[in-house]
């Protein structure tokens, strides 16, 4: 199973955009989905992430009131709605799933935490 990020585009500073996470071949119900993001030259970090039954949400700090973690789990779907975007979001976006709940410690563990992995998505801010 692989989870594929979807909904990258090269948007303006201040813009807003929304990602879309889904399973190929599977599904999120009873997983924790993050989303990461990795910068030219820099390591992945992550963004955000949501819990099975959306109890649970985290939010890195450059991005909070900013961004909004949500599901769908009748969709198999995991969204990142981005506003007020800067040049600093500029990055390839990418969801992953766990069976941990999302927390601080879970976030702060890093991608190491998260698997099925699939191809990101593109976000350029830019003007």
């Known amino acids: 199973v692989q989870l594929q990020a979807s909904g990258g585009g090269l948007v303006q500073p201040g813009s807003s955009l929304t990602l879309s996470c889904t399973a190929s071949g599977g599904f999120l119900d009873f997983y924790s989905v993050g989303w990461f993001r990795q910068a030219p030259g820099k390591e992945r970090e992550g963004v955000s992430c949501?819990?099975?039954?959306?109890?649970?949400?985290y939010y890195a700090d450059p991005v909070k009131g900013r961004f909004t973690v949500s599901r769908d789990n009748a969709k198999n779907m995991v969204y990142l709605q981005m506003s007020s975007l800067i040049p600093e979001d500029t990055a390839v976006y990418y969801c992953?799933?766990?069976?941990?709940?999302?927390?601080?410690?879970?976030?702060?563990?890093?991608?190491?935490?998260?698997?099925?992995w699939g191809q990101g998505t593109l976000v350029t801010v830019s003007s």
């Open positions: 949501i819990s099975s039954t959306s109890h649970k949400t």
């Open positions: 992953a799933r766990t069976l941990e709940t999302c927390s601080d410690d879970l976030m702060a563990v890093g991608p190491e935490s998260f698997g099925s």
